[in-house]
């Protein structure tokens, strides 16, 4: 499995911008598919954007256009950029990765390794 941990929560202004990073530890080679996750009071944790190691992507329907998933390999580092946040942005963020080795979804139920999460407030 991989250790996974996550930074660059905080608490912002509706409009504002934050970059997330998930460090990644692994003994062996980057899992196939990771992603991010978030997960408000009251919600189930969902799907935000996923990056395949081949570097394609995927995003919410929310988040479209103001989300950005990047990774830098060298750092092991996959990063969250996040635009023009809205107040139901608000959530605590979590890095995964998938087990599989060449499936990637949003769907939480198919990672297997999870970090401890960050927590983006974003006020009106």
Avoid at 16 to 21: A, E
Avoid at 39 to 65: I, L
Avoid at 86 to 106: F, G, I, N, Q, V
Wanted: with cysteine; proline share 2%; aromatic share 8%.
């Amino acid at each position: 499995q991989v250790q996974l941990v996550e930074s660059g929560g905080d608490s912002v202004q509706a409009g504002g911008s934050l970059r997330l990073s998930c460090h990644a530890s692994r003994a062996t080679a980057r899992p196939y598919c990771m992603g991010w996750f978030r997960q408000a009071p009251g919600n189930e944790r969902e799907g935000v954007a996923y990056m395949t190691t081949g570097g394609s992507t995927n995003y919410a329907d929310s988040v479209k256009g103001r989300f950005t998933i990047a990774e830098d390999n060298a750092k092991n580092i996959l990063s969250l950029q996040m635009n023009s946040l809205k107040p139901e942005d608000t959530a605590m963020y979590y890095c995964a990765a998938s087990a599989s080795r060449w499936r990637c979804t949003l769907n939480r139920n198919e990672y297997n390794s999870w970090g401890q999460g960050t927590q983006v407030t974003v006020s009106s």
